[in-house]
Every structure is written in C-alpha cells, then in structure tokens.
C-alpha cells in the first residue's frame, strides 16, 4: 500500500510568489491534515480536512494560506504571496479515523522563500 | 493537551539499550502517552502507545510509572539506523482534536559504531 506522499519535496521561491503544495493520502483516509515546522520551530498543526470538508482550520497562520481538498482525495496548499518566515518544512498525514496515534504522515515538502 | 518534557540530544552506540525519558506531570486521566520517530527528510512516524504499566511491541518498549508523570520509552540494542528526533505526545488519542498536539523539541539521538 503506497504511503502518503508529497510534491514537490523541495521548493525555492522568492518572496511575493505563489507556491502550490500537494498531498495525496492513502487510498480511503478520509482525515487529512496539514502540519509544518518553520525554521527552528516545533512542528505545528494548520488544518484538519474530513473528506472535501475543513474540520478545523484553527492553525492556519494568515489568509494568504489557502488549502483545498476537492473531491475528498489529494489536497492542496498555496501560499501566495509567500513570506520569508514560511520558509519550513510542510507535513501532510492521513488517517481513517481521527485519534492522532492512527495518522501517516508524508515525507515533507521542504520550502524555501528567498 | 500535557506539556512534555525530554532531553534535547542523546547518543549511543550500536548494540546499547537507550532509554528516553519523557516528563508530564500535568497528564489528565484520559491521556495516553504516545511516542513518536521522525528520520532525517522524513516525516514522524507512530512507533509506541500506552496508558500505564508496560507496552511492547516489535519495535520498542514503553514503561509508565503508576503515578503516570513520566514515561519512558527503551530502545533495545540500537542500530545506526535508529538515529532520528524522539517525540512524545501525551493527549486523549481518541477524541483529542489535531489541533492540539504538541511535538515539542524532540529527543535528537545519534547511534554512533
């Protein structure tokens, strides 16, 4: 079974562009989540989708972060117009249920906004 | 959810048993104590959870004192490849919200030859 899986692993922008990020979870995992670890930080919760809907956004710093989940499979995360201190490493995971012990997290897209 | 407390770095060497402790002394009575393991470019991944006494599986063994302040999760004769960051997240696994774990620091621990 292919794990949750993340494009691009790395990327370099500069600061006033838009970046898109993308998760696709596991095949039936209706939980998806954001999370991300910004330079020297503790990683940190965004955003809790159940299927196409947004259970909790209550992590999302700011509105030039906007995530989407349309037809309840992969999800996306533009951050637009980026900002030095996004720069971070963005996780997604997924899970069946919502207990967190149960979520698979991606590798990670490593994001540099220079 | 509890604030955790753990060391910021440990290092062994391959063969060892590496024992990682986790303080939380404000844990509630539905909390469980899960670790977590996160390799270099990877994201974490669930290696253990328990509630009290003693938790084994094929990977780790997780030892709670009855008074559940602490914890601690044992690593039995490390490889090199058991070099990644630690965590420990004390929360009610069931209907805890995500939006309320905490992973803390981390226990950064390096496996040497």
């Known amino acids: 079974e292919a794990g949750v899986t993340q494009f691009p692993s790395h990327s370099v922008i500069e600061k006033g562009q838009t970046v898109t990020l993308r998760c696709d979870p596991i095949?039936?995992?209706?939980?998806l989540y954001w999370y991300r670890r910004v330079m020297g930080k503790e990683i940190k919760f965004l955003l809790h989708?159940?299927?196409?809907?947004?259970?909790?956004e209550s992590g999302m710093p700011n509105n030039r972060f906007l995530a989407e989940r349309t037809g309840g499979t992969y999800s996306t995360l533009k951050v637009q117009p980026a900002e030095l201190e996004d720069s971070g490493v963005y996780f997604c995971?997924?899970?069946?249920?919502?207990?967190?012990?149960?979520?698979?997290f991606g590798p990670g897209t490593r994001l540099t906004v220079t | 959810l509890a604030k955790t407390t753990q060391p910021i770095s440990m290092d062994s060497y391959e063969g060892q048993e590496v024992n990682i402790t986790c303080s939380h002394n404000?844990?509630?009575?539905?909390?469980?104590i899960t670790w977590y393991q996160q390799f270099p470019s990877q994201g974490p991944r669930f290696i253990i959870q328990?509630?009290?006494t003693k938790v084994t599986n094929e990977v780790a063994s997780l030892f709670i004192p009855a008074d559940r302040k602490s914890s601690t999760l044992s690593l039995p004769r490390v490889s090199l490849s058991d070099t990644a960051v630690y965590y420990c997240?004390?929360?009610?696994?069931?209907?805890?919200?995500?939006?309320?774990?905490?992973f803390g620091s981390g226990t950064r621990l390096s496996i040497r030859p």
């Open positions: 328990g509630y009290k």
């Open positions: 995971a997924s899970s069946l249920g919502t207990g967190f012990a149960e979520q698979y």
């Open positions: 404000n844990i509630a009575t539905n909390d469980y």
């Open positions: 989708f159940v299927k196409e809907s947004k259970q909790d």
């Open positions: 997240l004390v929360g009610d696994t069931r209907y805890s919200s995500a939006s309320k774990i905490i």
């Open positions: 095949s039936g995992h209706d939980n």
